[in-house]
């Protein structure tokens, strides 16, 4: 059976970065939203152990810093030195591309959990949420929010999550063709001034910013240039680090009637935000068709 798992895009409703640790790393504060609209990932099992992704634009055999591929080894690891799993976990993985990669839509954690979820299922190891969000936290601090798969507020370097269910709505995300390093964002010698910390009712009932935007606006003018342009419609956020800006929108045909008004060298994409992942939407229902036969 070769099933079509999604693998949805976040947003990012707003970003405060409370302090630099010693470590290196930042204590931030966030609010994910899930989006109806993301990659797709599809899995054939096989029984002879080898792990092979594909994509529309090369077939992939050994890359070992995909993340696809590394999510995958690093279940696949796991199960191995558990005895009571299966010896044999091999699996054809094939990758539809939507989300443009370095934009702050968690294209790349999103395909990573994905991987570790379907896994769970073709593979019938049937390890727990609990273990999945440990085994994702080795592949990146973002990793374990799509695994957990609802709406939340994050604290800490991104790791401390606290369901938060907020309306659905909908949204306009524009995006160029610009990858963005959330590392060199963070380690900009511009940012240097930081968000005091606040709990979260008061962070919902404040407008909502981004303490990454003015240095990304100021170090790529093709953002602050489509960031203009979506504000004479609504207000624009930008979400993570970039290079991806929305607004938000009451209706779909509102989102609809701005995006057909963006000009040729702008990308983008209408979208429902979930509180639920669109992700957890389709594992229960994998799971109900496999229990019921």
Not at 6 to 16: D, G, V
Not at 56 to 64: Q, Y
Not at 95 to 118: D, E
Not at 272 to 287: G, Q
């Amino acid at each position: 059976m070769l099933l079509t798992w999604p693998a949805p895009a976040k947003i990012n409703l707003f970003l405060y970065i409370n302090n630099r640790r010693h470590d290196g790393y930042h204590n931030i504060q966030t609010v994910f939203k899930f989006l109806n609209y993301g990659d797709e990932i599809k899995i054939q099992r096989r029984n002879d152990n080898k792990i092979q992704l594909f994509t529309l634009m090369s077939h992939t055999t050994n890359i070992k810093q995909n993340i696809i591929l590394r999510a995958a080894n690093i279940l696949k690891l796991y199960c191995k030195n558990r005895k009571k799993y299966r010896s044999n976990f091999g699996a054809n993985i094939f990758l539809k591309k939507k989300l443009p990669i370095g934009s702050g839509l968690g294209g790349g954690s999103s395909n990573a959990a994905t991987t570790l979820i379907a896994l769970n299922v073709i593979w019938k190891t049937n390890i727990n949420d609990k273990i999945l969000c440990k085994l994702a936290s080795i592949l990146g601090a973002d990793v374990p929010i799509f695994i957990k798969g609802y709406s939340c507020y994050a604290e800490g370097i991104g790791n401390k999550f606290t369901s938060i269910k907020l309306p659905d709505k909908w949204y306009l995300v524009l995006y160029p063709n610009l990858i963005i390093s959330t590392k060199k964002i963070f380690n900009d010698p511009a940012l240097k001034q930081y968000t005091k910390k606040k709990n979260i009712s008061t962070l919902l009932n404040i407008p909502y910013k981004n303490d990454c935007a003015p240095i990304v606006l100021k170090r790529f003018p093709i953002v602050k240039k489509m960031f203009t342009w979506l504000s004479k419609y609504n207000t624009a956020y930008l979400t993570g680090t970039g290079s991806s800006i929305f607004a938000e929108f009451e209706t779909k045909i509102d989102a609809h009637n701005v995006l057909n008004k963006i000009p040729k060298w702008m990308n983008g994409f209408v979208a429902r935000s979930t509180h639920i992942s669109p992700l957890h939407k389709y594992r229960n229902i994998i799971f109900n068709i496999l229990n019921n036969k």
